[in-house]
Structures are given as C-alpha cells and as structure tokens.
C-alpha cells in the first residue's frame, strides 16, 4: 500500500465533511494535560548518503565473534539466488493467495513445497506451514486431541524448552494435562511412563533433540500398542534428515518442527516456519491450509486452495485451527533452496554438518573437557568447559561459546554448542587452540 500524505486542501475537506473547524476540534476529547504542546525533539531528516555514513558508523562499533550459538536456531549458508528470485515482485508476498485465477505461480510453489516436505519426512501430507516450530508443535498436541477425543498428552522434557513455554500456555488456557518424560544418562528420553499409562492423546519426542541427541524413535508406536493414541515426531534442526531416517520410516502420525534451516536466516528470531506433515487419516482434522492440484476449465494444469480449515472459510466451532496466514515468503524460500541442493546436495551437507561436530567432539575431549550425553547427535552436542572457561574468557578469545544448560543433572558451565557447515576446520582448530591456551 503506498504512502499518500494530506494535502492542506484534503485535510481541509475532511475537517468540511465532519462539521469540524480545526484539527484542534478534532482532538477535543482529548484530556489538556496529554496533549503534546511543544514540536518532537527529531532531528532533520538525513540524505541517503549521509544516512549510510551514519549506520556505517555506527556499525563498525560491533564486535564480530564466532557464534556456536543453535538450540532451534542455526547458522547455515543461504545461496545468494534466494534473496533474488524471493524478491521479485510476482512472489512477494507472506500470504496463501484466495485467487487462484491470478495467484498460479505462487499456488505451485506451495504445492511443490508440500510435495517436497512429505517426501523429505517420510509423511503422506503436508500443510502449507504453520508459524514456526514451536507453534507447529503445538498445532500437533492440539490435533491430537482433537483426534482421540482424550485430554492426556506424554510430552518428553527433552523438547526445546522455547517449545514448551508456547505449550504450556495453550495448556492453561484449553485445559488439557502434560505429563513429562524424564532424560536418561545419554541424553535419551526414558520412555518408561509409556507403559504406566492409559487415555492419552498422544507421546511428543523431539529428534535430534535439544541436546542434540538423536531418540530410539523406532520404539515409540510398538510401546503404544493401541491404535487410537497418536505418535508426534517433531524437530527443530529439519536438515538432520538428510542423513537420519525421517520420522515416517517409525511410523509417526504426526511429523512437525522447524524449517528455518532451509534457506531462511536467523534474523534475531524470525520468521521462521512451521512444517507440518501427517498421516492420511489425519488429513480432514489438519490445522493450516493445503494447496491441491486440479485442471482448469480447458483441462490445463492448475492449483487452488484445497482445505482451509479456518473460523473464517468455515463454521467457527468446527476451525482446526486460528493460525490466519502461513508463512508464504518462507515457503518460497525452502523450495528454492530444496531444489537447489537435491537429495544428494543435502546429503552431503548432513554429513558436513555431522563430521564438523564429530571432529570438535574429539577434540574439546583431548584439552579436558567432558561431553555430557553419551547418545549419537547430529550438530549439536552439551560440553561441560572447565571452570576457568567463563563466559566472560570465551567473549574475550572472541567466541560465544554456545547456550548455556542450566539443569540440576549437569554440571555447572554446560553449553549446548553447535558446529555446521559455515566452520571450517580451520575454524575450529583455531578456537581449541584459543582454549587451549588458557588451561
């Protein structure tokens, strides 16, 4: 929408309209004392020149250290043919379109995109996204209790602690209960509390989970046993499956997470997007949207909004879900990057990302340092430093050593580090040395 200002003749004709004098009548009901009597102390607008000159200034009062910083947010490369094609004016757009006569192109990156996701995960459908993963997660937990007709849900504590904040609020806001499963020594949800328990809606496992830990999800639906309880699978680090088996090969019903690891930046914490992907019998009760393919009145190939499970397209009671827009731009940048790669491509990126973190296990192991859980991980992994490994020291050397992981069964310094492809051994080499140097 542009930016059309009043004209002295337009602000006059609207004052004409409202039977008012003044702009000063306008604002009448406003109380004395709130009004503002003096100009806003704003300095004079810049040139674009000068304007630059400033935020380079003040820029180069940063201070660049290398970030090991992940936990649900990761550092990958984007290739620069995303931010061009994503810019182009016939895409940009957060919205699914509701015109499909003038909306194709857009319409078939979506479809390619679900397409893509379902084969990625092993699922047989994916929905047009969801906000972020968190709010996909959630989205899961809801569906499942929509499904079952239960109010029980069996929720690992090693999910991304982000993630049950969000769930914790719809919980005390619809009413259902969660019941936690602990951690064992490698890192691994003990999956114990399955066999104890009757009526529930569902059991969460998040894989690779917070800590990095890859879950035994291939024993999850033998322990549920009965059919009616549902199995969520989700994730925030998506590119792990690249080279680990999808949650569809263990048979989840629901598969959801975060895919900002597919072409989109960090950007100080979104937007991402939320995949969402689930089994047939799931299909009338999915939260979102889903673009389908059809044929147009001359028989030619054509998309169009398929479900649309929204208070607003149907009866309100019977919406799955008040999430009112996918994220479209990302949607185009996943399939951007998905088609760039190839399964092959992002093979080979899994395994980079894979050896990079095997290679600094080792070697923070050789300088004195512990790793916490024994469980196989893909990129991230939770190191114990010594005590003379403060954060402050590691802001000095130029590093931000990861996220700290306060928890009562782990040492004091514990971080969760991640390494992906933007390190280079070097790289790495570089910061065992710089800790090196001060044990």
């Given at each position: 929408?542009?930016y059309?200002?009043?004209?002295?003749?337009?602000?006059?004709?609207?004052?004409?309209?409202?039977g008012?004098?003044s702009?000063?009548?306008?604002?009448?009901?406003?109380?004395?004392?709130?009004?503002?009597?003096?100009?806003?102390?704003?300095?004079?607008g810049?040139?674009?020149?000068?304007?630059?000159?400033?935020?380079?200034?003040?820029?180069?009062?940063?201070y660049?250290?290398?970030?090991?910083?992940?936990?649900?947010?990761?550092?990958?490369?984007?290739?620069?043919?995303?931010?061009?094609?994503?810019?182009?004016?016939e895409?940009?757009?957060?919205?699914?379109?509701?015109?499909?006569?003038i909306?194709?192109?857009?319409?078939?990156?979506?479809?390619?995109?679900q397409?893509?996701?379902?084969?990625?995960?092993?699922?047989?459908?994916?929905?047009?996204?969801?906000?972020?993963?968190?709010?996909?997660?959630?989205?899961?937990?809801l569906?499942?209790l929509?499904?079952t007709k239960?109010d029980?849900?069996?929720?690992?504590?090693?999910?991304?602690?982000?993630?049950?904040?969000?769930?914790?609020?719809y919980?005390?806001?619809?009413?259902?209960?969660?019941?936690?499963?602990?951690?064992?020594?490698?890192?691994?949800?003990?999956?114990d509390?399955?066999?104890?328990?009757?009526?529930?809606?569902?059991?969460?496992?998040?894989s690779?989970?917070?800590?990095?830990?890859?879950?035994?999800?291939?024993?999850?639906?033998?322990?549920?046993?009965?059919?009616?309880?549902?199995?969520i699978?989700?994730?925030?680090?998506?590119?792990?499956?690249?080279i680990?088996?999808?949650?569809?090969?263990?048979?989840?019903?629901?598969?959801?997470?975060?895919?900002?690891?597919f072409?989109?930046?960090?950007?100080?914490?979104?937007?991402?997007?939320?995949?969402?992907?689930?089994s047939?019998?799931?299909?009338?009760?999915?939260?979102?949207?889903?673009?389908?393919?059809?044929?147009?009145?001359?028989?030619?190939?054509?998309?169009?909004?398929?479900?649309?499970?929204?208070?607003?397209?149907?009866r309100?009671?019977?919406?799955?879900?008040?999430i009112?827009?996918?994220?479209?731009?990302?949607?185009?940048?996943?399939?951007?990057?998905l088609?760039?790669?190839?399964?092959?491509?992002?093979?080979?990126?899994?395994?980079?990302?894979?050896?990079?973190?095997?290679?600094?296990?080792?070697?923070?192991?050789?300088?004195?340092?512990?790793?916490?859980?024994?469980?196989?991980?893909?990129?991230?992994?939770?190191?114990?430093?010594?005590?003379?490994?403060?954060?402050?020291?590691?802001?000095?050397?130029?590093?931000?050593?990861?996220?700290?992981?306060?928890?009562?069964?782990?040492?004091?310094n514990?971080?969760?580090?991640?390494?992906?492809?933007?390190?280079?051994?070097?790289?790495?080499?570089?910061?065992?040395?710089?800790?090196?140097?001060?044990?």
């Amino acid at each position: 929408m542009r930016y059309l200002p009043h004209s002295k003749n337009d602000v006059e004709d609207m004052l004409k309209t409202l039977g008012l004098e003044s702009i000063s009548e306008l604002f009448s009901s406003i109380p004395e004392d709130l009004i503002l009597k003096d100009q806003l102390n704003i300095a004079n607008g810049l040139t674009e020149w000068d304007l630059t000159d400033y935020f380079t200034q003040v820029s180069d009062k940063n201070y660049s250290r290398k970030s090991f910083l992940g936990g649900g947010s990761y550092s990958h490369y984007i290739p620069n043919i995303i931010n061009y094609l994503t810019s182009r004016s016939e895409f940009l757009t957060s919205y699914t379109p509701y015109q499909p006569e003038i909306s194709q192109g857009t319409l078939q990156a979506v479809f390619e995109y679900q397409t893509y996701i379902s084969k990625y995960l092993g699922m047989d459908y994916s929905n047009a996204s969801m906000y972020d993963g968190a709010t996909s997660f959630v989205e899961g937990v809801l569906l499942s209790l929509r499904a079952t007709k239960r109010d029980k849900v069996l929720v690992s504590l090693a999910i991304n602690p982000r993630y049950l904040e969000v769930l914790n609020t719809y919980k005390e806001a619809i009413g259902f209960q969660v019941i936690f499963m602990d951690i064992d020594k490698s890192g691994k949800t003990n999956l114990d509390k399955m066999d104890s328990l009757e009526d529930i809606a569902s059991v969460v496992i998040q894989s690779p989970n917070y800590f990095g830990v890859i879950e035994d999800q291939d024993l999850i639906k033998p322990r549920i046993g009965e059919e009616k309880t549902l199995f969520i699978s989700i994730f925030s680090e998506i590119l792990a499956f690249s080279i680990f088996n999808p949650p569809g090969i263990y048979g989840a019903d629901i598969a959801c997470g975060e895919g900002q690891s597919f072409g989109l930046s960090r950007s100080f914490g979104g937007p991402y997007l939320g995949v969402f992907a689930f089994s047939q019998k799931l299909l009338r009760l999915a939260p979102g949207r889903l673009v389908g393919e059809s044929v147009d009145k001359n028989g030619k190939r054509s998309f169009c909004l398929t479900l649309a499970t929204r208070e607003q397209h149907i009866r309100r009671e019977r919406a799955t879900s008040n999430i009112c827009s996918n994220q479209g731009l990302c949607v185009l940048r996943v399939i951007i990057y998905l088609s760039l790669l190839g399964s092959s491509g992002l093979k080979k990126l899994g395994e980079i990302n894979y050896n990079n973190s095997e290679y600094l296990k080792r070697e923070l192991l050789k300088i004195g340092c512990s790793i916490n859980f024994s469980g196989e991980t893909f990129n991230e992994f939770v190191v114990t430093y010594p005590r003379e490994l403060s954060s402050k020291k590691f802001f000095d050397l130029g590093y931000v050593p990861g996220i700290e992981v306060v928890d009562k069964t782990l040492p004091d310094n514990s971080f969760l580090i991640t390494v992906t492809e933007v390190f280079k051994k070097s790289d790495l080499d570089s910061f065992i040395e710089a800790i090196g140097g001060v044990l």
